[in-house]
């Protein structure tokens, strides 16, 4: 056990607050942290979660959940609050003991996890998450943006179990906040492995803002598990300096409308040496304010005669260009000065102070946020905060429209708030009632969450809509990412985008250029088709959905380096960013890239697995019930490779289509000691199986139940590569049984024996999975998947529903147990 002031000082170069050191040692960690901006809520919340979980007693250690997920609702903010606390770690590094150090992953759109290793094949390591919402909450459904639908159940399974959520920056989060709750209650009722708790934090907060329907706010959050700051903090010299800090509220001149006007105030107020900073509510008002400074800046050369730093901030950029942007704006200003044009993304977290502020009106909670980038750290004895006022003589439908992305209402309660304030720190506001009420919409229910569970219908391109759920509808975005291929089509071979390549775009510009298009193919965009194994071009605006990547060809625009996406930026030419050359070729519902690698048998890959799923289990608090089960579906796992197909396929068979005969397209054989034993692994080489779809995982869980085994351990068998699970049924293009009526699903035909008796001269005579077990052969029994009972007692569906509904397991505690599974098997396929 550490000192909490020692372990502190050490990450952070500073002694912790009053209210920060109460924090840590407090009896239970808070539901609600409510504290002025600058006062260092964040290192507040990381450092207790750190030494709590590293450096306390062991009595606290347990109750304290091993995973920090960090959400916010900007991805500038996730870059500045990652690289905290980074250095934090960074200067920790000598404190922790062997394997206690927290891994640290980001999570952004095109920018998920580490190259070094993958986030979530480690249940059982200390780890913080920091995330957009977007990222997060979707993979808190289990519609991860921007990750294969296969993937889904383990990064749902990791991220809602044993794991405290971090909601930061609360008043920005629109629906997403009213899902953070929810999902809350949810981990409460259906019971999730280790501890699983939420922290909502912000600098204006009120408690009926974490009220739904399944979680009630003044019931749950007592006196105790509500901080903020007292007035042991407010004597504390270096946070009074802050929390009195001199700033003069001033209307201007213009109005919303007059960006030239509003360009002139800007470059007037704006002191030299000094940093200024423009906060605009949408990305087009911000673009179009920075042009017009921008042109104040140049003479009629178009030359820069001011050596003013201009910089535009907002979330539609390629992630180079964007950190370019972010770290110009945050560079200590020249003589001339900075002044940076931005959306909402520098409003909440983002470390910036500016001598002058100008902020169009938004909802109050959101002003205090602006508020907190002006004269941050008490550094100026007077600071000027300029408020823009809103468009005269509108009719009511137009003021409403102009004021969007908030609502109008909201708008004018600021506007009264700023007409009678003399000053806007900290401490002036600290008495004032915020006004603003957070209107819960729709509501994320159990039945929505239930039924994410299945992963089987997007497949198919029916699905539930999360959307919904983290963002408002105006908010939604998309990635695009521009590729110099040849021709007027992708190849199939062209790779996955790159986390640099990928830029944020709004979805309603993409639809909008894809409805402009439909009569003429002047934009095209692609999206890669799992059962195709294509790229497919979209052919209507109703295909595109938020978080899909789309691509484009590099000649086709609309983007520069100084704007993002832009939409006046048609035809101009995109410099594709390099695809590194290990990049990944796409996901496919029948590829089976673990079963690539060294020549590697059954039994061999099997001990491998359990060996590192024992690992895994060592270092969790799961009961030996599940626990026992995990460890023999680990063991059943690829029982269903001894399957004929997946034989041929090890050894390079393949079916001549001309004249149906098995031919050897891959001539180099295993081993000469393996060579009559069943393969779960061969080098790679790039062929199909003979039967399209086929999925070695479902033959697994059928051989399973055949033989006994607890419905459990079939469903884990069946689930890790995430292709198998509640239901079976069968997908177009799969090859038919010769026989008619044969039962047929994912490449399994019905009766089929497993393993076969023999194969090009080569006899089995059982399934050896290592440990002892070895299966005979076996008929396969697809009756499991029809409805109701058969012969053979229950469906696969009614077995697999009773375990997700189940209350001793239940949708979290399973999908842990399947991430274990899965992980356990990347491991020891050499994935990191």
Not at 77 to 88: G, H, N, P, R, S
Not at 300 to 309: A, E, F, Q
Not at 675 to 702: D, T, V, Y
Not at 766 to 777: K, Q
């Amino acid at each position: 056990m550490k000192n909490f002031e020692k372990i502190f000082k050490i990450a952070t170069g500073n002694q912790p607050y009053p209210y920060q050191k109460k924090l840590a040692l407090n009896r239970v960690l808070p539901q609600v942290l409510e504290v002025p901006t600058g006062a260092g809520k964040t290192s507040a919340v990381t450092m207790t979660w750190v030494w709590r979980r590293c450096f306390a007693s062991d009595e606290v250690k347990i109750v304290t959940p091993r995973r920090l997920i960090y959400c916010l609702p900007m991805r500038v903010l996730v870059e500045q609050t990652f690289d905290c606390i980074a250095k934090w770690l960074k200067r920790l590094e000598k404190e922790f003991l062997p394997g206690e150090k927290p891994e640290l992953v980001k999570l952004l759109g095109g920018e998920i996890g580490s190259s070094e290793f993958d986030w979530a094949n480690y249940p059982e390591k200390n780890m913080i998450v920091v995330g957009t919402q977007d990222m997060l909450l979707s993979r808190a459904l289990n519609r991860g943006y921007g990750a294969s639908i296969f993937r889904c159940p383990k990064e749902f399974g990791i991220i809602n179990n044993d794991c405290l959520w971090v909601i930061d920056e609360i008043q920005l989060m629109g629906s997403g906040l009213a899902t953070t709750v929810q999902l809350q209650a949810f981990r409460e009722m259906l019971g999730t492995i280790g501890c699983a708790g939420t922290v909502w934090m912000s600098a204006t907060l009120q408690k009926d803002w974490l009220t739904t329907v399944d979680f009630d706010s003044h019931q749950k959050i007592s006196t105790e598990e509500k901080f903020s700051i007292e007035a042991e903090d407010r004597a504390n010299t270096h946070l009074k300096k802050r929390l009195i800090a001199r700033k003069v509220p001033v209307k201007t001149e213009s109005k919303i409308e007059n960006s030239k006007g509003l360009a002139k105030e800007v470059f007037h107020h704006h002191e030299k040496g000094t940093r200024t900073i423009a906060v605009l509510n949408t990305v087009k008002r911000a673009k179009e304010l920075y042009g017009e400074i921008n042109k104040l800046c140049k003479d009629k050369k178009n030359i820069d005669k001011s050596g003013v730093r201009l910089v535009l901030l907002h979330s539609h950029f390629r992630p180079g260009d964007r950190k370019e942007a972010l770290d110009r704006a945050l560079d200590k200003p020249e003589e001339p000065g900075t002044i940076v044009v931005s959306t909402q993304v520098i409003e909440a977290g983002v470390d910036i102070s500016s001598r002058t502020l100008f902020t169009e009106l938004a909802p109050w909670a959101s002003m205090v946020q602006r508020f907190g980038r002006c004269n941050r750290k008490g550094e100026y004895e007077k600071s000027d905060v300029f408020w823009i006022d809103e468009k005269d003589n509108q009719s009511q439908k137009d003021m409403e429209k102009n004021a969007l992305p908030y609502k109008l209402s909201d708008l004018r309660a600021s506007k009264r708030n700023l007409i009678k304030l003399e000053y806007v720190s900290p401490d002036s506001l600290r008495e004032l009632d915020i006004g603003y009420e957070m209107e819960h919409g729709l509501v994320l229910r159990k039945k929505d969450l239930v039924e994410l569970f299945d992963t089987t219908p997007d497949l198919t391109g029916l699905d539930i809509d999360i959307s919904r759920f983290i963002r408002e509808t105006d908010e939604f975005n998309v990635q695009v990412f521009w590729r110099d291929f040849e021709g007027e089509e992708p190849s199939k071979d062209e790779p996955s985008p790159d986390r640099k390549e990928l830029c944020t775009a709004p979805i309603g510009d993409v639809r909008g250029l894809i409805k402009e298009s439909k009569k003429k193919k002047k934009v095209r965009f692609w999206k890669w088709d799992f059962l195709e194994k294509k790229w497919e071009e979209i052919q209507d605006e109703r295909e595109v959905f938020p978080g899909i990547t789309l691509m484009l060809h590099s000649k086709t625009g609309f983007y520069t380096k100084d704007l993002g996406w832009s939409l006046k930026r048609k035809g101009e030419f995109i410099e594709p960013i390099p695809v590194p050359a290990e990049a990944t070729q796409q996901r496919s519902l029948d590829g089976d890239e673990l079963s690539e690698g060294k020549w590697m048998t059954i039994k061999k890959h099997t001990d491998l697995v359990v060996n590192e799923a024992k690992s895994i289990l060592q270092n969790l608090s799961i009961p030996v019930e599940h626990r026992n089960n995990i460890l023999e579906a680990a063991r059943w796992h690829d029982a269903g490779k001894a399957h004929e197909i997946f034989q041929k396929t090890m050894r390079g068979w393949d079916k001549d289509k001309n004249n149906d005969k098995d031919i050897k397209i891959f001539t180099k054989p295993p081993p000469p000691e393996i060579q009559n034993q069943l393969l779960a692994k061969c080098p790679k080489h790039n062929i199909g199986h003979e039967r399209p779809g086929f999925r070695h995982e479902l033959a697994s869980g059928i051989l399973a139940l055949t033989h006994g085994k607890d419905d459990l351990v079939a469903y884990l068998a069946a689930a890790h590569h995430g292709k198998v699970r509640l239901s079976i049924r069968s997908f177009p293009g799969e090859s038919k049984p010769p026989k008619s009526g044969t039962r047929f699903a994912r490449g399994i035909w019905d009766k089929e024996l497993v393993p076969p008796k023999s194969l090009n001269g080569e006899t089995f005579n059982c399934i050896d999975v290592g440990g002892g077990v070895e299966i005979p052969p076996t008929p396969i029994d697809l009756s499991y998947m029809e409805l109701g009972d058969t012969n053979s007692g229950e469906s696969w569906l009614s077995r697999m529903l009773r375990l997700r509904d189940s209350s001793k397991i239940g949708t979290f505690r399973l999908a842990f147990f399947e991430n274990i599974i899965k992980s356990a098997d990347e491991r020891a396929s050499g994935g990191k």
